[in-house]
Structures are given as C-alpha cells and as structure tokens.
C-alpha cells in the first residue's frame, strides 16, 4: 500500500511518562506504517521544557497558531514533588494552561461511546460533548470572612473617579462574602468557539445559566450567546439543520438526564468542572475521554482528557507489565488527522482517520482490551491486553480495513 501524503504539518506536542511512551508506539505502529507523517514536533516532555525555560511550550502554541492543527501528549504539571523529582529551576504552570490562554480557546470533552462499555444513564447512546468556560466566576473571586456585624457593599470605582455601589448586605452577625467576575469579551470567545465547534460536528448547542435568579450577571452571559447567534451563526445553524437551545441550568440537568446525547452542553466555569466530571463517570472511564481546545479563530489542538498515568509508568520502569489505555491518545491523533484532512481537502487522510477510530471501537467491542476497560465491560470473558499488544491488535485490524 502507497503511504498517504500530507500537504501541512500537524504540529506535534510530545509529553510525559507513560503516554510518552505509548505516543511512541503508536507513531510506529499506527501511524508511520501507512501515512507520510508530517509533523512540527516539540518535545513538551518535563526536562525539555525546563531546559527552554518554558519556551518550547509558548513556541508550540505559536505553532498551532501558524498551521492550525495541533496533537497533543499528555504533560505533567509540576507541583513541589515534580520540582524534586526532575531538578527543576521553577515550578513550570501548566502547559495546557498555558497553550489556552495564547490561543484563548475552550476545551471541548466527549466519551468514545464503544458497545460493551454501557453510560450508568440507559439512555445515552450517542456522546454529551461537555464545553467549559475557562475564565472566571468563582475561580477568580476575591473572598472575605465577615467577623461581625456591619455592612458589605461592591464597589466599582471609574477610572474619572467616579463610583457605583450596590449593597451585599447588611450584616448583623458574622459571615461571608464573594466578589466574582467575569469579562464580556472572554465570554463572546466562549461563544464564537462553542458556535464553531457544533457547526463542526453537526451538533445541537445546549447553553444554561441561572439568569432568572443573576439578572445582571449571568443574564449578560445568555444575552452575549444569543447577540452572537443572531447576529453571526443563525443561518449558518439552519444550513447545517443544527439547533442553538438556551434554558435554565436545572432544566438543562433534568434535560440531559432523559436525552440520548448527541449535542454539546456548554456550561459556565463552574457548572462545567462539575458536570464534566459527572458526564465522563457517567459514560465509563476517563481513559475513554477526548479533550479539543478550540479556537474562536478556528485553531484546534487534539488530545486525551487523563493525565501522564504516573503509576502505569513507574510500573513500567521497573520492567514490570502495564494495561494502559491508549484509545483517547488515538483519538487525538485521529481528530488531528481528520482536522488536517479537512483543512487540505486530503480526503484519504480523512478516512484514514475514520478507519483507524473503528479499529479501536471494533477492537474493543470483539472484547480485546486494557484492564481498565475489563473491570467495567458488559462483554463476557473479556481478554486483557498488555499496553503494547492492545496497539498491536487494533494495528491488526486497521490493516484488514485498508
Ligand atoms: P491520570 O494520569 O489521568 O491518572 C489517574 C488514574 O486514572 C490512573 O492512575 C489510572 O488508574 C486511571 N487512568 C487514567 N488514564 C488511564 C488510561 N489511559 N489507562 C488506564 N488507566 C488510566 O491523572 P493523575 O494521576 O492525577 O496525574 C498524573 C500526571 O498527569 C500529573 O503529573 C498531572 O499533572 C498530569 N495531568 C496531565 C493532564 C494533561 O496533560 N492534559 C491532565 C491531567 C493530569 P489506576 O492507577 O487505578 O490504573
Ligand atoms: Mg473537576
């Protein structure tokens, strides 16, 4: 078989410990095999960024910046072991931190739905696509305990010195108080890649606030979507035969809980840590779970939504056998790939992508597996794979679909 060619580089984020690893093998047996593989790569592996300073992180974002398309491996954030552990000269901030806030983009999440693996929701079929806003509300909020009685006002101060005040309230006793913020145009950002991304996937847009209770505030979040989808995306909607659906939060709940999912379900910051947590439980295990950080320039990087597998990789080290799953490692490379083969009208590289995202599903459904998965399935006596021979079998039958 001719290998498929590739017009634009994929920029191509490496990273820690066991998806290090299993990144690596899926290149060699996955990817090397059939595509020309033209990537940008930056090694965002610990020591590296330590030796750069940080740099290669800034640079890798400016990369996806230039081409568009970005894969990432998952990448420790240090905290004061991590400093230990690799002699670092700082305590680095998160990379992907850092990559969202030049790119200013949200972070999309969907389960891979695979028979055998069953939502605890019985009617789930098909993926709830959680989006969260990453800026904001309680996050960044300023806090106060109230010792006493005496009054809490918020205050805002013009920059002609001039001031409003709205009274918090008037305490009598002790207690506590929060100022929270949010910013219009980080909210319209949110907006624009939520619109972007349900074009993109031909999905049904889900948005919910509290805007019968926080009139000003989280009003302001419904009237900024609603502008933006008037003014900028109705019509694109209707083309698409997509629907944008504003409501409440707790309908949205209730709502969520007897759909069959299919849509994106974007949620303010905090409403979107909770729910994400309890959607991704809900479809089976986080190693079943893809993340997309989207753009609203349009600028998309792929990767998977757990982190380094920490204790799969000491493990490792000690040459002992792990059973990591690799299928939401795949899938951002298959997403980055699809992406690519979008953008440069490279259509086998779009179905390359299809058929290496069925070879996992079918893989997995013919009860072929990691032990994760095992714990968790519907299929009788499943076999459990080793990290290694589970790419080997999905290679195996990606081969047989070529
Ligand atoms: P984690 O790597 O996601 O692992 C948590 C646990 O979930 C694992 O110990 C494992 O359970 C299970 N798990 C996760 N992914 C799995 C997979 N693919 N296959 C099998 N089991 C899987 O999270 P963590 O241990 O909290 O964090 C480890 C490091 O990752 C940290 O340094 C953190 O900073 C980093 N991190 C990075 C990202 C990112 O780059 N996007 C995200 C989160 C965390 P068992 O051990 O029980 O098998
Ligand atoms: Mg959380």
């Given at each position: 078989?001719?290998?498929?060619?590739?017009t634009?580089p994929l920029v191509?984020?490496?990273?820690d410990e066991?998806?290090r690893?299993l990144?690596?093998?899926?290149k060699?047996?996955?990817?090397?095999?059939f595509i020309d593989l033209?990537t940008?790569?930056?090694d965002?592996?610990?020591?590296?960024r330590?030796e750069?300073d940080?740099?290669v992180?800034f640079?890798?974002a400016?990369?996806?910046?230039?081409?568009?398309v970005?894969?990432k491996?998952?990448?420790i954030?240090?905290n004061?072991a991590?400093?230990?552990e690799y002699d670092?000269?700082?305590m680095w901030k998160?990379p992907n931190?850092?990559?969202?806030?030049?790119l200013?983009g949200?972070?999309f999440?969907?389960p891979i739905?695979v028979?055998g693996i069953e939502?605890?929701?019985?009617?789930?079929?098909?993926p709830?696509t959680?989006?969260?806003?990453?800026?904001g509300?309680?996050?960044?909020?300023?806090e106060?305990k109230?010792p006493?009685a005496?009054?809490c006002?918020?205050v805002y101060?013009a920059?002609?010195?001039?001031?409003?005040?709205e009274?918090?309230?008037?305490?009598?006793?002790?207690?506590?108080?929060?100022?929270?913020?949010?910013?219009c145009e980080?909210?319209?950002s949110f907006?624009?890649?939520?619109?972007?991304?349900?074009l993109?996937t031909?999905?049904?847009l889900?948005?919910a606030?509290?805007d019968?209770?926080?009139?000003?505030y989280d009003?302001t979040?419904?009237?900024?979507?609603q502008?933006?989808y008037?003014?900028?995306?109705?019509a694109?909607f209707q083309?698409a035969?997509?629907?944008y659906f504003y409501?409440l939060?707790?309908?949205?709940v209730?709502?969520v809980?007897k759909?069959?999912?299919?849509?994106?379900w974007?949620?303010?910051?905090?409403?979107g840590d909770?729910m994400?947590?309890?959607?991704s439980s809900a479809?089976g295990?986080?190693?079943m779970?893809?993340s997309?950080?989207?753009?609203?320039?349009?600028?998309?990087e792929?990767e998977?939504?757990?982190?380094?597998?920490?204790?799969?990789?000491?493990?490792?080290?000690k040459?002992?056998?792990?059973s990591?799953?690799s299928?939401?490692?795949?899938?951002?490379w298959?997403g980055?790939?699809?992406k690519?083969?979008?953008?440069?009208?490279?259509q086998a590289?779009?179905?390359?992508?299809d058929?290496?995202e069925?070879?996992?599903?079918?893989?997995i459904?013919s009860?072929h597996?990691?032990?994760?998965?095992?714990?968790?399935t519907?299929i009788?006596d499943p076999?459990v794979?080793?990290?290694e021979?589970?790419i080997?079998?999905?290679?195996k039958?990606?081969?047989?679909?070529?």
């Amino acid at each position: 078989m001719e290998k498929i060619k590739m017009t634009t580089p994929l920029v191509e984020m490496d990273g820690d410990e066991m998806t290090r690893i299993l990144w690596k093998i899926i290149k060699d047996e996955l990817l090397f095999p059939f595509i020309d593989l033209k990537t940008e790569y930056y090694d965002l592996g610990l020591a590296h960024r330590n030796e750069t300073d940080d740099q290669v992180t800034f640079d890798s974002a400016e990369a996806t910046k230039k081409y568009g398309v970005a894969v990432k491996c998952a990448t420790i954030t240090p905290n004061a072991a991590r400093v230990k552990e690799y002699d670092l000269k700082e305590m680095w901030k998160s990379p992907n931190g850092t990559i969202r806030a030049i790119l200013d983009g949200t972070v999309f999440r969907a389960p891979i739905v695979v028979k055998g693996i069953e939502p605890c929701v019985r009617n789930w079929k098909k993926p709830i696509t959680i989006a969260r806003h990453a800026y904001g509300d309680v996050y960044k909020a300023s806090e106060m305990k109230i010792p006493a009685a005496g009054k809490c006002e918020l205050v805002y101060t013009a920059l002609d010195g001039s001031e409003v005040r709205e009274l918090i309230h008037n305490f009598t006793g002790a207690g506590v108080i929060q100022g929270q913020h949010n910013l219009c145009e980080s909210i319209e950002s949110f907006a624009r890649s939520c619109f972007n991304f349900a074009l993109d996937t031909r999905q049904d847009l889900w948005f919910a606030t509290k805007d019968t209770i926080s009139k000003k505030y989280d009003h302001t979040f419904k009237d900024i979507f609603q502008e933006i989808y008037d003014a900028e995306y109705d019509a694109k909607f209707q083309e698409a035969g997509i629907e944008y659906f504003y409501t409440l939060i707790d309908d949205a709940v209730a709502r969520v809980m007897k759909a069959e999912g299919g849509f994106i379900w974007a949620c303010k910051n905090y409403d979107g840590d909770v729910m994400s947590d309890m959607v991704s439980s809900a479809f089976g295990s986080l190693a079943m779970m893809t993340s997309v950080l989207v753009s609203p320039e349009g600028y998309y990087e792929y990767e998977a939504a757990h982190g380094t597998e920490q204790r799969h990789y000491y493990k490792n080290l000690k040459g002992e056998e792990t059973s990591t799953n690799s299928v939401a490692t795949i899938f951002a490379w298959t997403g980055a790939l699809r992406k690519r083969g979008e953008l440069d009208e490279n259509q086998a590289l779009k179905e390359f992508a299809d058929k290496l995202e069925k070879a996992c599903t079918s893989t997995i459904e013919s009860g072929h597996m990691t032990r994760d998965l095992a714990l968790i399935t519907t299929i009788e006596d499943p076999v459990v794979l080793n990290s290694e021979d589970f790419i080997k079998a999905i290679r195996k039958r990606l081969e047989e679909s070529l």
